[in-house]
Nanobody, 124 residues
């Protein structure tokens, strides 16, 4: 069965750091691009960071550039989000996402797996 299990969330003071982990199982992790999303109460879910299947390319939301780093260890089937210089605005539930693509009769189809989320609260 496919599973994405996030961990590492918690309460941290402004300026502090956290590292989120997402452990994947039940699919070929190394074939999937991975992403972190977040959603605050009353807000839409937004993309925070993404990384290609081999880890060769990353992209970030403007609000986290220079502060967050996404990485992956395909040998461990795990993707990470290192969060530094945290701000209260970073408070949200953070979700791990795996995106796969299949080609059927020359048509591309995307599908997603999601983790259950982990709460990050930045407050003094």
């Amino acid at each position: 069965q496919v599973q994405l299990v996030e961990s590492g969330g918690g309460l941290v003071q402004p300026g502090g750091s956290l590292r989120l982990s997402c452990a994947a199982s039940g699919f070929t992790f190394s074939s999937y691009a991975m992403s972190w999303y977040r959603q605050a109460p009353g807000k839409e879910r937004e993309l925070v960071a993404a990384i290609t299947s081999a880890g060769g390319s990353t992209n970030y939301a403007d609000s986290v550039k220079g502060r967050f780093t996404i990485s992956r260890d395909n040998a461990k089937n795990t993707v990470y989000l290192q969060m530094n210089s945290l701000k209260p605005e970073d408070t949200a539930v953070y979700y791990c996402n795996a995106r796969g693509v299949v080609v059927i009769t020359a048509r591309w189809y995307e599908y997603d797996y999601w983790g259950q989320g982990t709460q990050v609260t930045v407050s003094s």
